[in-house]
């Protein structure tokens, strides 16, 4: 995937110079930043610089003091966009990442959304914090999760008359009452979901035979790489926010998207979006999905 630096304002990002000059910026003059002793002769911390509200570039570090000289080893530079999109979810597992060397600090989050039983994979934000909270036995609460975009584009709308809706919203939820039923051992269920399932599947099939996959596709949210949790995005725009890169000037979006009933916040550069958005279109892109875990 491109730089996810890209989707909040550093389009030239790419040039090794620029690279090492947000770096330095950041790491000698951060708007905050936390550490953790990982043991005595380890710190871990994060380094963050507001680029525009909410927005960040961020910085994972390792300070490693077993030389007469501490060594700093910069684990990542990447986008950090404050994920404020709640999920309810079930069966949360944080595993690290086995980057081969066993130097990395960088964390990933398996989860489950209650409603849709949809799997989700995402790059933890709060590693630091999670680390302490994990010292303390506290166990996660919440997640929220944030998209952020390496490339998108503005789709028009499917026109649905009042009786379409009202059979997909039925729809939805008689396959949320079978996956709930599922959940709760009923053997039965898994039979009627098999069966919901070929039956949708034979359908899709059918409609695109003679009409166009997006007029099928109202939305989806697909997984594209699980070790770099990317996903391939398709939703109608409920919301349009602006920022500014204080540091480009370069505008980003932030949408609010509806991914058939999954709520879902995307950003992306201007530069990296094709077509005008507004509200009630729809937004396909690749995003890097990122966010935080609640621990209580």
Same mark, same amino acid.
């Given at each position: 995937?491109?730089?996810?630096?890209?989707?909040?304002?550093?389009?030239?990002?790419?040039?090794? $110079?620029? &690279?090492?000059?947000?770096?330095?910026?950041?790491?000698?003059?951060?708007?905050?930043?936390?550490?953790?002793? /990982?043991?005595?002769?380890?710190?871990?911390?994060?380094?963050?610089?507001?680029?525009?509200?909410?927005?960040?570039?961020?910085?994972?570090?390792?300070?490693?003091?077993?030389?007469?000289?501490?060594?700093?080893?910069?684990?990542?530079?990447?986008?950090?966009?404050?994920?404020?999109?709640?999920?309810?979810?079930?069966?949360?597992?944080?595993?690290?990442?086995?980057?081969?060397?066993?130097?990395?600090?960088?964390?990933?989050?398996?989860?489950?959304?209650?409603?849709?039983? #949809?799997?989700?994979?995402?790059?933890?934000?709060?590693?630091?914090?999670?680390?302490?909270?994990?010292?303390?036995?506290?166990?996660?609460? +919440?997640?929220?999760?944030?998209?952020?975009?390496?490339?998108?584009? *503005?789709?028009?709308?499917?026109?649905?008359?009042?009786?379409?809706? +009202?059979?997909?919203?039925?729809? !939805?939820?008689?396959?949320?009452?079978?996956?709930?039923? =599922?959940?709760?051992?009923?053997?039965?269920?898994?039979? &009627?979901?098999?069966?919901?399932?070929?039956?949708?599947?034979?359908?899709?099939?059918?409609?695109? !035979?003679? $009409?166009?996959?997006?007029?099928? #596709?109202?939305?989806?949210?697909?997984?594209?790489?699980?070790?770099?949790?990317?996903?391939?995005? /398709?939703?109608? *725009?409920? $919301?349009?926010?602006? !920022?500014?890169?204080? +540091?480009?000037? $370069?505008? =980003?979006?932030?949408?609010?998207?509806?991914?058939?009933?999954?709520?879902?916040?995307?950003? *992306?550069?201007?530069?990296?979006?094709?077509?005008?958005?507004?509200?009630? =279109? !729809?937004? &396909?892109?690749?995003?890097?999905?990122?966010?935080?875990?609640?621990?209580?």
């Amino acid at each position: 995937m491109e730089s996810p630096l890209k989707a909040i304002g550093f389009t030239q990002v790419n040039e090794k $110079e620029m &690279m090492e000059d947000i770096l330095e910026e950041l790491l000698s003059n951060p708007t905050k930043q936390e550490a953790i002793q /990982l043991s005595a002769k380890q710190i871990l911390a994060e380094y963050m610089k507001e680029i525009a509200e909410n927005t960040y570039v961020m910085a994972r570090v390792c300070v490693n003091k077993s030389s007469k000289e501490p060594k700093i080893q910069v684990f990542s530079c990447d986008a950090y966009v404050e994920a404020n999109t709640a999920l309810d979810v079930e069966d949360v597992e944080v595993e690290g990442f086995d980057d081969g060397d066993g130097g990395d600090q960088s964390y990933y989050v398996v989860c489950e959304e209650r409603e849709t039983a #949809m799997q989700i994979v995402f790059w933890l934000q709060n590693v630091v914090e999670y680390l302490e909270a994990r010292k303390k036995n506290l166990t996660c609460s +919440q997640v929220n999760i944030v998209g952020i975009a390496s490339e998108g584009t *503005i789709v028009l709308p499917i026109e649905k008359d009042e009786e379409e809706e +009202q059979i997909e919203k039925e729809e !939805r939820e008689k396959l949320r009452l079978i996956l709930q039923q =599922m959940k709760n051992g009923d053997e039965e269920a898994k039979e &009627m979901l098999e069966k919901e399932e070929k039956e949708l599947d034979d359908q899709l099939k059918e409609r695109l !035979r003679e $009409e166009d996959f997006l007029s099928v #596709m109202s939305g989806y949210f697909i997984p594209e790489t699980i070790d770099e949790a990317t996903y391939a995005v /398709l939703g109608e *725009i409920l $919301e349009i926010k602006e !920022r500014i890169n204080n +540091q480009t000037d $370069e505008k =980003m979006y932030i949408f609010s998207l509806d991914v058939n009933d999954l709520n879902l916040e995307v950003v *992306i550069s201007q530069r990296e979006l094709i077509g005008m958005p507004s509200v009630g =279109m !729809r937004f &396909m892109g690749t995003c890097w999905i990122q966010g935080k875990v609640i621990m209580s």
